[in-house]
């Protein structure tokens, strides 16, 4: 069964079409549209778009995070420009998380704003980056370091475009899934934990009301904290271990997802040095994410590097590192004066 939600952001507010299908809705009342995709999905998925919108223009981009570039979001921009596209045209994503990011980010600063649409196609992209409005291109001396925040004005999730999605894609968006279970939903943690087969078998009913249950948990955090001053940071949960994880065993090693279900591991097996987490959770948060077919163990990284990796980390304010913990596992909370020594007893042991 299909589900819609809405983002409640005042004007900016915007309803989110879930389920098997749900391209099927997909309407641009007459408006000009730019569709942004790259030359994987483009095969897969673009024929069906261009079916509700025959009249679209096509921006198709190389595949890649390595595209995902200031340079890229120039071609969008040159494409809109030279097409004479005005104000009130529409770009429509379809894509993972990367052509979200860009399209996103072209909608943001052409004409200072223009609407877009979200039809993301990776689940890491349904139940995380296509909501909430962050947008944006990595630079050189940083990932996603240029960019907005700029609300689609609608995200339609069709759980049909995930029958093609590579398995370990499709895992690492699970890892964001557990995510919103372990921050702030122990009733979500019980029920995936019951649904492991389903997920595992992509079957559609049940990825429709994880993608709705990950998304209303989404939709709450960024009503509250759009700008991320406060709460959504717990969204962060699992990724300053994971980033460290990622730099250091070379970007493209392990997928983001991947990185932040070692990450959760690790989050969770401090907060139980801190009296904070059972050592049952710890297990049981391991136990559902092995199950999910996700690695939960860091690859070999001496302490010392990875404390000085995880200071690298933008969410270091004052030289004092922010870590989202678990207090306890289904209820994240942010401390900012974790002891270095438990730090280093959890990474010796994880080590
Ligand atoms: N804006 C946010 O709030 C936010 C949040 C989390 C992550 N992100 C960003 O999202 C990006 C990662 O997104 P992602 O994990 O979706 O990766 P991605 O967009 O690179 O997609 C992963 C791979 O799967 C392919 N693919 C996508 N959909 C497919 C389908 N249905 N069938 C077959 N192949 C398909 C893509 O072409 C790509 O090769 C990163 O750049 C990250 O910074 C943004």
Redesign the pocket.
């Given at each position: 069964m299909n589900r819609t939600l809405h983002v409640d952001l005042g004007e900016r507010s915007y309803p989110i079409h879930i389920g098997a299908g749900a391209l099927n809705g997909l309407d641009a009342q007459n408006r000009r549209c730019l569709i942004v995709t790259?030359d994987?999905?483009a095969p897969?998925?673009l024929p069906r778009v261009l079916e509700a919108l025959p009249d679209a223009a096509v921006c198709e981009l190389p595949?890649?995070?390595s595209f995902?570039t200031l340079d890229t979001a120039g071609r969008i921009l040159d494409q809109l420009a030279d097409g004479g596209f005005h104000r009130d045209s529409l770009i429509i994503a379809l894509?993972?998380?990367?052509?979200?990011?860009i399209a996103g980010f072209a909608a943001s600063v052409y004409h200072r704003g223009i609407d877009f649409i979200q039809i993301p196609?990776?689940l890491?992209?349904m139940v995380?980056?296509s909501v909430?409005g962050?947008?944006?291109v990595n630079h050189q001396a940083g990932?996603?370091l240029i960019g907005a925040f700029h609300q689609p004005v609608q995200v339609i999730a069709d759980l049909d475009?995930?029958a093609?999605?590579?398995p370990r894609?499709y895992a690492?968006?699970l890892a964001e899934v557990v995510k919103y279970a372990a921050l702030g939903d122990l009733q979500l943690l019980d029920w995936l934990e019951s649904r492991v087969a389903e997920l595992r078998s992509r079957d559609t009913d049940v990825l429709t009301e994880v993608v709705y249950r990950c998304c209303l948990a989404k939709a709450k955090i960024v009503a509250a904290d759009e700008r991320e001053q406060g709460q959504r940071a717990l969204l962060n949960l699992g990724h300053t271990f994971g980033h460290a994880i990622e730099t250091a065993s070379g970007y493209g090693t392990l997928?983001?997802?991947e990185a932040v279900a070692i990450g959760m591991v690790m989050a969770a097996d401090l907060s139980c040095r801190l009296g904070w987490a059972s050592a049952e959770e710890v297990a049981r948060l391991r136990s559902l994410l092995s199950a999910l077919s996700l690695p939960t163990s860091p690859p070999p990284i001496p302490p010392d590097e990875f404390i000085a990796l995880m200071q690298r980390d933008k969410k270091v304010l004052n030289n004092r590192l922010r870590l989202v913990l678990l207090r306890p596992l289904g209820h994240a909370v942010i401390s900012a004066d974790v002891p270095l020594d438990t730090l280093r007893e959890s990474l010796d042991a994880a080590a």
């Open positions: 790259n994987t999905i897969l998925y595949d890649g995070e995902k894509g993972g998380g990367v052509i979200g990011d196609t990776t890491l992209a995380d980056s909430g962050k947008t944006g990932k996603n475009l995930l093609t999605l590579p894609e690492a968006g997928l983001h997802g």
